[in-house]
């Protein structure tokens, strides 16, 4: 399904972005690991990916940092020739109610989730323009859409990002290229293992399919629009939630 293309894949070292770039390198995607955090993750996820016959190289970037992205996007274009497939998933939470929320906690989350995706979509934008199919695909959340208590920092960035997706699908079209966005509910993550037990508890009850979901139930849709089967949507936003936005 993606045989020969080349995935760009932020965050990939847990969680969603790992799962994502396991299921692509499935599907035949060369990928690259993007990490903020472990060497030792990333490289695990890279040689899981190459296990299925496709190239896999890690590069660590703090996504937030403009120049450093920039640098990272062209060494990938160099190391593959092309890239064809970019997932914006890297993200950070740092919870807390708005009264007690620092200034450098909301700009961290703002900086992390929503700029270091201008980043990666602004340095690579050549490179997907180039593609016979370009396709970008940004991880929201559902925090985005409805908002949560304790979260003003992280659904702002995923507001902002919904929005941003939705004026890239704009500006890119023209080009062929298409521009969606995940917007996931509860996802088994470490993100979610630290939430506290009364919120997972309360999962039975305001998710209609009683659960959480996991990693892989995102990366079967990621997968979905970074193909060719996918070819005539652009600026969506696809719940993987459960029914809690419903």
């Known amino acids: 399904m993606l045989r020969n293309k080349t995935a760009v894949i932020t965050g990939a070292s847990r969680g969603i972005g ?6 692509m390198a499935k599907n035949g995607a060369n990928i690259a690991v993007l990490y903020g955090g472990s060497q ?8 899981e990916a190459e296990s299925m016959g496709v190239k896999a190289v890690c590069y ?11 640098k990272i996007c062209e060494q990938i274009v160099t190391d593959f ?4 497939i970019l997932v914006n998933n890297a993200g950070i ?18 900086q992390v989730n929503l700029k270091g995706a201008f980043h990666f979509m602004k340095h690579l ?4 323009m180039k593609s016979p199919g370009g396709r970008i695909i940004n991880i929201a959340s559902v925090s985005g859409l409805m908002g949560n208590g304790g979260q003003a920092n992280y659904s702002a960035s995923k507001a902002g990002m919904i929005g941003l997706t939705k004026t890239v699908a704009k ?10 966005a995940i917007a996931p509910g509860f996802i088994e993550t470490d993100m979610t293992a630290n939430l506290p037990q009364a919120v997972k508890e309360s999962v039975g009850v305001s998710v209609p399919l009683k659960r959480m979901g996991t990693p892989e139930e995102v990366a079967n849709v990621a997968v979905f629009l ?3 089967q996918s070819s005539y949507i652009t600026g969506e936003v696809i719940r993987v939630d459960g029914g809690l936005c419903m």
Do not use: H
């Open 40 to 47: 030792e993750a990333a490289e695990k996820v890279a040689t």
């Open 60 to 70: 660590q970037c703090d996504v937030a940092d403009d120049e450093q992205s920039k």
């Open 81 to 84: 020739g092309a890239v064809d």
């Open 171 to 180: 500006e890119f079209a023209p080009r062929n290229v298409t521009c969606n």
């Open 18 to 23: 790992r799962a994502i770039a396991i299921k």
């Open 226 to 228: 970074a193909s060719d």
């Open 93 to 110: 939470t740092k919870d807390n109610l708005l009264l007690r929320m620092s200034e450098q906690d909301f700009d961290s989350v703002i």
């Open 125 to 128: 934008a050549r490179s997907l």
